[in-house]
């Protein structure tokens, strides 16, 4: 059986199209099982993505590109990594292994059969992590004459795996501060290029998100590889600053699309004893250490005159504000992660042992699979039936009485602020809880409008930390409700600016809470009888 198909795409319809037609030139593709993962518009998205979103979806409809197409479409934007993580993990635990592309690769005819032949190959070769199909513009030793070769790091430009490999990852657990905090372990990590330590620390501070990076991780810590063809059977075309993580730089298409595979026949030989060959791995990491060498004439700057830096950023930083017109009217999702992310994520990872056996969610599991602690069963609410990944469809303000005393623990972020009636919401809320289960929520102080909200359901509310513990006592009950704020004049004024969390010089600026700004309010409330 041949493996399944994968392709994410975003809201880039002439990126989706070249790929859909590229893809469907393969001689495998009739033959193949192919699901396409239609990512949402941002939480504050604007027309412009909105439009880009349906053309998209209106392409990936325009005939069968593969055998079947399962096209899967979401209401929420997942962002790049959970919507990788979450739809390799759907898909590769009911076919056992699984190819996996990108809205931006222009895929040579013979990708499906390589990856599928190298899938078959090395199933039972367990140091063989994941396949690769690209291959980057560096020099091969004219003495090695095998059609693939192995490195420890991993590939996201067209690549395939199993499920063993792949579930053996725990992916919302990764061990950050054990791994960074280990130099020598960091050291021989960045054996593999020097952006390695680097990419994976920015993960961790949420300044980029990337499953990339903890794949990688993960075959190090596996002391695993990945195969790569010495000719390249995928083109990168992302290198327009359409792109999450490629920007056009420098011409560094150039460097990273590497020689392509142009025969009209088939010829890859497979070795079944495949060795690591230093030489080549030395060229490879090359190509990262040139690309590094300005960030790292930086960085070495930054260090040496951090101090300075931070001091003068705080005196100039309101200086990039403008006076009438904000820098985004859409939270700064347009310019990196918006700065109540970064205060919702904190509220739930220090509120995380609530998260277990039976939770309820709003709109989708994000949160649940990011935080929680032995759930058992993961339930999504929505309001209507848009929301295909709903498991329960229900009115807070207004619920069906089946779905009472049910869960452990109710996630509801960003909710209440867009009901008109909040206090009939906040008694479903209660409702819905067994006994001594945990309401986890949060809700917006000080904000710009939600535009996408407004116009869809209404954006009525702006709570203080006072009005959401006078309202949650009333209805669970003195003592059983605990506020948290988050915000500062520094982070409020980034916000209502639109500034996003990358443009603020250290997050710790952004975590010092002062209570006379408040931009988001926690709220854990314990259902007693």
């Not at 010495?230 to 590497?258: A, E, P, R």
């Amino acid at each position: 059986m041949l493996a399944p198909v994968v392709l994410f795409v975003y809201n880039r319809p002439w990126h989706t199209e070249q790929t859909l037609l590229a893809l469907e030139k393969n001689e495998l593709a009739k033959e193949s099982v192919l699901y396409i993962y239609s990512d949402g518009p941002k939480t504050y998205a604007d027309e412009e993505e909105f439009t880009k979103i349906q053309e998209v979806r209106r392409i990936i409809k325009l005939k069968k590109w593969c055998k079947e197409v399962i096209i899967v479409e979401s209401d929420v934007n997942k962002g790049l990594a959970r919507s990788v993580i979450s739809g390799v993990s759907e898909v590769i635990n009911i076919y056992g292994k699984i190819i996996v592309m990108e809205d931006d690769l222009i895929v040579n005819h013979f990708f499906l059969k390589f990856m599928n032949h190298s899938l078959e190959t090395y199933i039972n070769n367990h140091k063989i992590f994941s396949i690769g199909a690209t291959t980057y513009n560096f020099k091969i030793p004219k003495s090695y004459k095998d059609d693939i070769y192995i490195l420890r790091r991993s590939e996201s430009w067209g690549w395939a795996t199993w499920d063993d490999r792949w579930n053996s990852c725990d992916w919302f657990n990764f061990p950050y501060n054990d791994f960074l905090s280990d130099k020598t372990n960091t050291q021989k990590f960045n054996r593999l290029g020097k952006d390695l330590t680097p990419m994976l620390q920015a993960n961790y501070d949420g300044k980029i998100d990337s499953w990339a990076i903890l794949w990688d991780a993960f075959h190090f810590i596996n002391n695993a590889y990945c195969i790569r063809p010495i000719k390249s059977l995928v083109t990168n075309i992302g290198f327009d600053n359409s792109g999450t993580h490629c920007q056009s730089v420098n011409s560094i298409d150039n460097v990273y699309n590497g020689v392509m595979y142009e025969k009209n026949e088939y010829e890859f030989i497979l070795p079944v004893n495949l060795k690591h060959n230093k030489k080549i791995e030395r060229n490879f990491v090359s190509i990262f250490q040139k690309n590094n060498n300005l960030n790292e004439h930086l960085y070495f700057l930054y260090e040496k005159f951090k101090k300075h830096i931070i001091k003068l950023r705080k005196k100039i930083v309101f200086g990039t504000l403008s006076l009438y017109q904000p820098h985004s009217n859409v939270f700064g999702l347009n310019r990196g992660k918006s700065i109540d992310r970064l205060y919702i994520e904190n509220f739930l990872e220090n509120n995380s042992r609530f998260i277990r056996n039976r939770v309820l969610e709003i709109s989708e599991d994000t949160y649940t699979k990011m935080f929680g602690k032995d759930v058992f069963k993961s339930d999504i609410l929505h309001v209507n039936n848009s929301n295909p990944h709903a498991t329960i469809v229900g009115d807070l303000t207004n619920l069906d009485l089946s779905f009472e005393n049910q869960f452990d623990c109710f996630i509801c972020t960003q909710t209440l602020n867009f009901i008109y009636d909040f206090r009939s919401a906040v008694i479903g809320c209660h409702k819905l809880l067994s006994e001594n289960g945990t309401f986890l929520g949060t809700v917006s102080g000080i904000s710009q409008i939600s535009r996408y909200d407004m116009d869809k359901w209404g954006d009525y509310w702006r709570f203080t930390d006072l009005s959401v513990l006078k309202l949650f006592e009333e209805v669970f009950g003195v003592g059983n409700v605990k506020i948290n704020i988050y915000g500062n004049a520094l982070a409020a004024t980034a916000f209502i600016q639109g500034m996003a969390q990358e443009e603020i010089l250290y997050n710790d600026l952004l975590m010092k809470s002062d209570p006379n700004y408040q931009i988001i309010i926690g709220i854990r409330a314990v259902k007693k009888s």
